[in-house]
């Protein structure tokens, strides 16, 4: 790959980052796709080999204790693609799920190499840029539309890690994280851990929920939540001049006791400060918002929400 150092605030550049700070938990098995469709916030049994899934896993209190894209190898496996600092712990408990199930969970973040695919580095597949969560495979290659990123689309590819780097220009790795909070579709790391039920993060309107599927962990809150109208929090993309990061309170200006929401996810603004992801009470998106001293300003969400049920 060559290098690029194309940084606009405006637009994700094209370009091949490889995604050290993911990994993958596979799961080997005749029950593979069963097992985990009862554990994951969206149906994997009935996940075709041209789709992908983003889903969670929550506890029984439906708060998510960790978001995956999830695919279906041509051999029958599922790969499961996190955040890597909350793959061990993840790893554990999904694998105290198993019991009697012909299934076996490893991480296989070795074996394989994530690579993230942006404007005309992206692939040129059966179903097109879009829609999001389609998947091909190519070879050894596993190629899945992502959502957009300012306009610009991306895609996850997944390789044996033995394959080397597909071709394009280098894009480095925080400027992909820009692009990954610019999508609006955030990915749980270890700070937020247990912070939200999926509609926090605004799942189900991103494909991250199956509302007719069957029993998983925390179902009854997360249907709960949708079908009784009482999503009080959402989603939001913002900008900052100062550098922020996952965990941190956000607070209404002029209220520095009671915070109405907390930061998801983060990433360097190539021309200063942070791009966010944030998780608020609606009630407080009209006004001034403040994590510290520092301003956050709301940015048009990049797709529609669901109307509540």
Known sequence: MTSQNLLPSTSLPDGIARLNHLGV????????????????????????PDQARLAAFCSAKGRMQASFVGIKAPDGDILLVCS???????????SMFVMRAKAKLTDASEDFALWGLAGNATKNIAAGAYPAWA???????????LYPAAGVPRQLLIRPANLGAPEGPEMGLPVWQWGEVMSGVATLTAPVVEAFVPQ???YESVGGVSFKKGCYP????????????TLKRRAFVGQSASLLSAGQEVFANGDAEQPVGLVVQAAHDPQGGSVVIVSLQLAATDGLLRVGDAEIQL???????LEDI
């Open 200 to 202: 926090m993060l605004n």
């Open 299 to 305: 940015l048009p969400l990049p797709y529609p929400l």
């Open 218 to 229: 925390g179902q009854e809150v997360v249907a709960r939540s949708q079908f009784r109208g």
């Open 25 to 48: 938990i596979l799961i080997h098995g005749e029950d593979a796709a069963k097992f985990i469709h009862g554990q994951l916030t969206q149906d994997f049994a009935l996940l075709g």
């Open 135 to 145: 998947k091909w495979d190519i070879d050894h290659d596993s190629i899945i539309n």
């Open 84 to 94: 890597r600092d909350l793959l061990p712990t993840t790893l554990k408990r999904l």
